[in-house]
């Protein structure tokens, strides 16, 4: 990978991946920390999972809206994008496929998880999306070409998300459906831009669902 998140910083927690059943690649939001994603992390599985958290250069993986023209946001999108894909790379070689990788993530970290998931199309362990959508502005096509083959999606939000508007988070919730993703998409009225214990409890189950791919 190259760009402004080449070298980025890891934290891990549970397994190592040498030996880990799964890997949870976790994706943070703008202004928080690997720490702070890993947490959630731990919530969700056991320590048979290997947990991967990056850490964004400069708390920030892009530095507009997710909803902004895509030119707005690089280089930092595709740096960020890459990065991904080079954990991805590195859990395969340690054993892990994909269909035992999951990718999960809160706001902007959402986002570029659904985002990563949809541009690199085949059966994943997973995706968890809390207050998150597919990344472009309005109006874009959010069609992508290629197959989900079955993998596994969860999707909570609230109706009226200062950061997430309600019509992008269930466009993106239809198109990784139309995908072939199972898709579990949850609004939540008033909530705000957090993560409930409803989101938790659903996570869970379909983690404990999509185990062994």
Known sequence: MSGPHQGASLRTAGAALTEAERAMILVHGRGATAEDILQLGRVLVDESTALVAPQAVGYSWYPASFMA???????????????????????????????????????????????????????????????????????????????????????????????IPLARFEESGRELERMGAVVDLEVYPGIGHTIVPDELHRARALLGAGEGG
């Open 69 to 163: 023209p895509l030119s707005a946001n690089q280089p930092y999108l595709d740096s960020a994008l890459g990065l991904l894909a080079s954990l991805v790379t590195e859990a395969e070689a340690s054993g892990i496929p994909a269909e035992r990788v999951v990718l999960a993530g809160f706001s902007q970290g959402a986002c570029l998880s659904a985002e990563f998931v949809a541009r690199n199309p085949r059966r994943w362990g997973g995706l968890l999306v809390f207050s998150g959508g597919l990344i472009g502005p309005e109006g874009m096509d959010l069609t992508h070409p290629g197959e989900l083959d079955g993998t596994p999606v969860f999707m909570g939000c609230s109706d009226r998300d200062a950061h």
